[in-house]
């Protein structure tokens, strides 16, 4: 994983990101509710979570399961889809393609080797508190094709529901 940042720290750049809890679609789960889109980006190193902590990034930290253990370090990212963005690019094989709110859920159920993003800061105050939450700005997400999909992946063509 690597890290860097842009317009005034503002945005956080994540080369080879491993990202959890995935929710491109929105579904509503014991977790979420109907429509919102979020994931989060598992944190493995405690420097860089602490870096990113005192860079005002909010970052969960879930302690040790078990003794000697690393505590769970992630970033929640919410996705809002509007004239902005978030851009979103799925490279399966030798294509890529942009993907839509109509059809980002995708990536909720597909193999993924590689993973860039950059993820927005928005600072908010409401009634005396604050804090940041990050937005996704734009991700480019490499499928993991399988023996199949490699072998047709010139020759297959998807069917639209």
Same mark, same amino acid.
């Given at each position: ?9 503002k945005?956080?750049q994540?080369d ?10 929105g ?9 919102d889109?979020?994931?989060?980006v598992?944190?493995? &190193?405690t420097?860089l979570? &602490?870096q ?15 003794e ?6 992630y ?9 902005r ?5 799925l ?5 890529v393609?942009?993907l839509s ?22 600072d908010?105050e ?10 996704? &700005? ?24």
């Amino acid at each position: 994983m690597e890290i860097g940042f842009a317009r005034a720290g503002k945005l956080l750049q994540i080369d080879d990101a491993r990202i959890i809890f995935k929710n491109f679609s929105g579904e509503e789960s014991k977790f979420n509710r109907a429509g919102d889109r979020n994931f989060a980006v598992h944190i493995d &190193d405690t420097e860089l979570a &602490d870096q990113l902590i005192a860079d005002g990034w909010n970052v969960t930290v879930k302690p040790p399961k078990e003794e000697g253990d690393d505590p769970y370090m992630y970033i929640k990212v919410k996705i809002k889809f509007n004239d902005r963005g978030p851009k979103v690019f799925l490279k399966s094989g030798k294509h890529v393609r942009r993907l839509s709110e109509q059809n980002v859920g995708l990536l909720d159920s597909i193999d993924i080797l590689r993973v860039d993003l950059d993820l927005r800061a928005y600072d908010w105050e409401v009634n005396g508190k604050t804090g940041r939450t990050a937005y996704l &700005d734009s991700i480019n997400v490499e499928q993991n094709l399988n023996r199949f999909e490699e072998y047709y992946e010139n020759e297959f063509e998807e069917c639209e529901d």
